[in-house]
């Protein structure tokens, strides 16, 4: 409990919704003690201590005695030895009245029309006398209030409204990777909430406002992040954002079942494009023009996927990429896999989707770290598809092995492996394998010996004795005795220029085989 309620506290945890403070917005800091109701008889207040807050209507004040009018009653009620610490008032509230309130200094509310001022007077006395009680059920019914709408189906932004209401600060809500999704707010706290990008929970302060950040849903990876912003925030605003994020992750989680569904319904669309038969092409480009993907441009398969990749996480990972892809006006079929995200992007140039796919990922790897973006080249047509996929499948099983995880892997770029790939599985690489490198890479397995690693480096710097045994961190002499080692085991001379190839290109199918089991 605070030691002190203030005006503010019982606009926010006890005064209905839609009531506003027409004037003294600088009093609302002000101590409350108690509620004060207009009486049915003269003298209007009796027995003022200072500190209370007057609840009164307007309409009943004038036929109490005709002179009473909100101005008049503002000014004495402000300009007492011990003022009142504000004014609540239902009716009709006159420019008159708001200049009296300036002028003394006192914060003016003007409750909603339809509000009954038993249940205000009730509320406020339930605050004052018992302020953690009051506080809980106040954050109960925002909660409710969130659900409600969310079932109204007001989305994201009619939620926001909600709470931007009920605590008087602006309000974001952002995506996964930190983007700004919608908000409601005004000012300097607008203005800081557009430059936040919130990746945890906790308090930070911008351009001197405070803002308190709460995850959206449980887990390691959020489903977003909801933001709080104002000049000070206090427990009721760290209440609201709680409240906020669980009923925000109800309607995040409705908006991921629709997204599925509709995914199932594009991914069977995929399936059937690259497993269907031949002769439903025509059909394919009909059903794909009501989908709205143009699948006459010719497209190129993007595997996404993180490492460990849960179904909840591939699940926020496809509905971000979707919205990543919205943002560029890129409409493309998506299939969700066992593992990994499939997306055919429509081809306007090849520079252009590098581009593209490197800032997707840029933008989506600050939310899901250890992202990887596999891509095939172009299908011309919607026979090819398969063919890309196939190839965006071994850039990212090859890519990862000779470049890591967490970029982008093109099968444009593994040079040679790309030949080695479409020979991996025939006699005739595992033969070429055996008689080149075979014998020295068993004698690595069995001796735990670095020759492998010697070889590699020792092309890597284009047969440079000293620029290999820095990178290895051993002396010359060692780096000779392990060469020598090498053509004694493998049979193969580096001074040769066929075999210095042979051995080359051998150390390349090493990688490319060790993805297999060699045939019998």
């Not at 800091?29 to 004060?36: E, F, H, P, S």
């Not at 075979?438 to 000293?466: C, I, P, V």
Request: proline residues 4%; charged residues 25%; aromatic residues 4%.
């Amino acid at each position: 409990m605070p030691s002190v309620i203030t005006v503010r506290d019982v606009l926010r945890l006890a005064l209905p919704a839609g009531t506003e403070v027409v004037a003294g917005s600088a009093g609302l800091g002000r101590q409350v003690n108690w509620v004060a109701t207009l009486r049915a008889t003269l003298p209007a207040f009796a027995e003022l201590r200072g500190g209370e807050l007057a609840l009164l209507s307007v309409e009943a004040a004038l036929a109490l005695d005709s002179r009473l009018n909100l101005a008049t009653l503002v000014r004495r009620l402000g300009s007492a030895p011990v003022p009142v610490a504000g004014v609540v008032a239902l009716g009709e509230i006159r420019p008159e009245d708001i200049a009296a309130a300036e002028e003394v200094r006192l914060p003016l509310l003007k409750l909603p029309d339809s509000a009954d001022l038993r249940d205000v007077e009730r509320e406020i006395t339930r605050l004052v006398t018992d302020y953690e009680a009051q506080f809980e059920r106040r954050s109960a019914q925002l909660y409710d209030l969130l659900t409600q709408r969310s079932l109204a189906g007001q989305g994201v932004p009619g939620l926001l409204e909600v709470l931007a209401e009920r605590t008087g600060q602006s309000v974001a809500c952002f995506a996964p990777n930190g983007e700004l999704r919608a908000q409601r707010g005004r000012g300097s706290a607008r203005v800081a909430l557009q430059a936040l990008r919130p990746n945890a929970r906790g308090m930070t302060t911008l351009l001197n406002q405070q803002i308190w950040v709460e995850p959206i849903g449980s887990g390691d990876v959020p489903a977003g992040y909801l933001a709080i912003a104002g000049a000070t925030l206090d427990d009721w605003d760290r209440e609201a954002a709680q409240r906020g994020a669980a009923a925000l992750a109800l309607e995040l989680a409705k908006e991921q079942a629709v997204q599925a569904a509709e995914e199932r319904l594009r991914g069977d669309f995929v399936a059937g494009i690259l497993f269907g038969q031949p002769g439903d092409v025509t059909a394919a480009m009909q059903r794909g023009q009501e989908l709205g993907y143009n699948l006459a441009a010719p497209h190129v398969a993007m595997i996404v996927t993180v490492e460990d990749a849960s179904p909840a996480i591939l699940a926020r990972l496809s509905a971000a990429l979707q919205t990543e892809l919205a943002r560029r006006n890129v409409s493309a079929p998506i299939s969700r896999r066992e593992s990994s995200i499939l997306c055919m992007l429509p081809v306007a140039g090849a520079t252009r989707v590098r581009d593209l796919v490197e800032q997707v990922h840029e933008r989506l790897s600050s939310a899901f770290p250890r992202l990887v973006l596999a891509l095939g080249t172009p299908a011309a047509g919607l026979n090819e598809w398969r063919r890309s996929v196939e190839e965006a499948e071994q850039a990212l099983l090859l890519g990862r092995q000779l470049f890591g995880a967490g970029r982008v892997l093109a099968f444009s770029d593994l040079g040679v492996y790309r030949l080695l790939v479409r020979l991996r599985e025939t006699p005739e690489l595992w033969t070429f394998y055996r008689e080149t490198l075979s014998r020295l890479a068993d004698y690595d397995h069995r001796q735990g010996a670095e020759l492998l690693k010697t070889l590699e480096a020792y092309f890597n710097h284009l047969g440079n004795l000293r620029a290999t045994s820095e990178a290895l961190h051993v002396h010359r002499n060692t780096l000779l005795y392990r060469l020598e080692r090498i053509k004694e085991i493998s049979g193969m001379d580096l001074d040769n220029a066929e075999e210095h190839f042979a051995l080359w290109l051998a150390l390349r199918a090493h990688r490319i085989l060790s993805t297999l089991e060699e045939p019998a």
